[in-house]
Nanobody, 126 residues
């Protein structure tokens, strides 16, 4: 069974850091592009970062450039999202998603991702 599981969320003070993990089971994550998305209360889900397959090309939304870093460890079947200098505006449920076919690069938007995790809550508050 194909499954993605996010972890690493929590309550963090402004300026703090978190590393979110997206671990796959039932398939080898390294062959596919992975996207990280977030949905804040009352807002639509938005893409924040994505990473291509073994070539590991990356994309970041303008709003997170310089603070978010996406990486992958194919041996661990896991993609990470490191978030530094957290801001209250980063409060959201964070989701990872995978394509189900090999593509060049990765998709900044939801279109093209077929497998989704259940999300992990990140709350930034003092």
């Amino acid at each position: 069974q194909v499954q993605l599981v996010e972890s690493g969320g929590g309550l963090v003070q402004p300026g703090g850091s978190l590393t979110l993990s997206c671990t796959a089971s039932g398939f080898s994550l390294g062959y596919y592009a992975i996207g990280w998305f977030r949905q804040a209360p009352g807002k639509e889900r938005e893409g924040v970062s994505c990473i291509s397959d073994f070539e590991s090309g990356t994309w970041y939304a303008d709003s997170v450039k310089g603070r978010f870093t996406i990486s992958r460890d194919n041996a661990q079947n896991t993609v990470y999202l490191r978030i530094n200098n957290l801001e209250p505006e980063d409060t959201a449920v964070y989701y990872c998603a995978s394509t189900s076919s090999r593509i060049i690069g990765c998709y900044p938007s939801e279109n093209g991702y077929t497998h989704w995790g259940q999300g992990t809550q990140v709350t930034v508050s003092s």
